[in-house]
């Protein structure tokens, strides 16, 4: 069975609109990673969600364009503001738990393409 | 210098053949993960290693700390391992991860 539940798996947006992604894991979680991954290319971290505290963004990458948020230890959202087709990726969602192993597990990922 | 190499970029092989993918990092791990990227985006963990070898099925993982080098192997290679695959690290308990470029492997029927 899925550990993560993210969705939506692929949207095509209007430039200058905003997505909201969501991520839902099947157990309490600390730290919920969200990445992207343009094409043809490894994967980018933008930032790191806590649980009750502000996210943990990477250079580059800043709140007012991708603000997340983390209102339980279950549940993440990123969303995808005021978009232009060079926000066309992957977005996915992560996270590692030490109950399972210390084990990665990952979201299906959210195909976007702005036009 | 990227932190984490992998080689080879590409790899296209016929069914059957044994697969090596390489991965040499240059910094201080905690852990060092092998991932499955299938076209589409999922991602899978395959193995997480801080030493010695494990193996799941038929693939095998091993890592040289000292060397600072990782191998992923696949043998008896088919169709359904045609994926791209990835090498990561975590330098410390967070988990945040420090990627390889991946490789692309093609296996012909």
């Known amino acids: 069975s899925a550990v993560i539940s993210q969705k939506p798996s692929r949207d095509i947006c209007q430039r200058g609109t905003s997505l909201t992604i969501q991520c839902q894991v099947d157990?309490?979680?600390?730290?919920m990673f969200w990445y992207r991954q343009q094409p043809g290319q490894s994967l980018t971290l933008i930032a790191t969600?806590?649980?009750?505290?502000?996210?943990?963004?990477e250079s580059g990458f800043v709140i007012d364009k991708f603000p997340i948020s983390r209102p339980n230890l279950t549940f993440s959202t990123l969303t995808v503001s005021n978009m232009s087709p060079e926000d066309s990726s992957i977005y996915l969602c992560?996270?590692?738990?030490?109950?399972?192993?210390?084990?990665?597990?990952f979201g299906s990922g959210t195909q976007l393409s702005v036009l | 210098k990227n932190e984490v190499e992998q080689s080879p970029q590409n790899l296209t092989a016929q069914e059957g053949e044994f697969i090596t993918i390489n991965c040499s990092y240059s910094?201080?791990?905690?852990?060092l993960h092998w991932l499955q990227q299938h076209p589409g985006g999922g991602i899978v963990s395959l193995f997480m290693l801080s030493s010695g070898k494990k193996k799941h099925g038929r693939l095998i993982a091993t890592i040289n700390i000292q060397e600072k080098h990782s191998s992923l192997h696949i043998t008896a290679s088919h169709p359904r391992d045609s994926a791209v695959y990835i090498c990561?690290?975590?330098?410390?308990?967070?988990?945040?991860?420090?990627w390889g470029a991946g490789t692309k492997l093609i296996i012909k029927p």
């Open positions: 990561a690290v975590t330098r410390d308990s967070n988990y945040q991860l420090i």
């Open positions: 969600a806590n649980q009750g505290s502000e996210a943990t963004y």
């Open positions: 992560s996270v590692a738990t030490v109950a399972r192993g210390e084990k990665l597990f």
């Open positions: 910094v201080g791990i905690s852990a």
């Open positions: 157990s309490q979680v600390t730290m």
